[in-house]
């Protein structure tokens, strides 16, 4: 084997043993083992147990994320110390200084790519257990945890007349017009979702002072160009990889659905929209309690009104005034 091959050889493993564990379960519950949705059903429940064993990273991905929007005004300042100085030195000294104030939040630049970083290995033991299928099945061998006839089962099984280790380069020996429509409307599904997700953090996730800086641009440049790599490399994935993929995708994008409704960043879209809802409902603004929120609505009231709000006056006072 070469050193990649070694590198990747446990996560093909486990991709072998959990494809095993859900294709018995649901040969078990009476599906046909041989049929291609049973396979299917297998790959997206492993999506399933990929994608909840990365929620503990996915929630630190958002902290870490809001962490660096709250530093932008303090990075616009150290950019700005720096402004013009390209001597060695001087850009030591700015990321030295930038590190620090990462440090002192808890916040990391590439927070944001760990989910995918820590998929990638499972994602490429998947499309090499999927590569190896029909040279396994023609030598009636077995792949990892996977025995030979699961495997040859794999290699015949077909959904909607396409094979599931065919590409849309490479169709296989399935039905050609399937397979390419198949590849074709998951890649388009999986570089469609995985924009949504990307614009859905920019465009209601962000604080209108966080718009402004660096950080902004690169998530809005990310928005673009994540899309064409899934499509351009999804020409290559077999059709079970892009299940995978795709089914990845919409989780992610339902996920941040559901923390940026209701958990958002202060100062975002999305928290005004989910204050307008708690409104709806009688409830106060996010981090406040009911009695601070109608102290401060009685005082944008009396703002209104032009007036103050009359202090009370004790019964000896009122006595004396009305001696007078």
Known sequence: MNPIDIILWPFKWIVSAVLWVFHSL???IGMDPASGWTWVLAIVFMTFVMR?????????QIKSMRGMQELQPEMAKIQAKYKGKKDQLSRQAMAQEQMALYKSKGANPLSS??????????????LQVLRGVPAASGNHEGI????????????????????LFSTLTH????NHTSTIA?????IVAMSLSQFITQRQLTAKNMSAQAKESPMYRQQQMLMYLFPIIFAVGGINFPLGVLVYWTVSNFWAMGQQWWVIRNNPTAGSQAEKEL????AAKGLPPVGKSREEHEAELEAQRERAQGGQRNQPVSKNRQKKKKKN
């Open 26 to 28: 649901f040969t078990a």
């Open 52 to 60: 909840i064993l990365t929620v503990p990273l996915f929630l630190k």
């Open 113 to 126: 790519c760990f989910p995918i970083i820590v998929q990638m290995p499972v994602f490429f033991g998947l």
């Open 144 to 163: 990892l945890v996977l025995s030979a006839d699961m495997v040859h089962q794999f290699n015949d099984a077909f959904i909607l007349g396409a094979p």
């Open 171 to 174: 169709p296989g020996n399935g």
């Open 182 to 186: 198949l590849a074709i409307i998951m």
């Open 275 to 278: 204050n307008e809802r708690r």
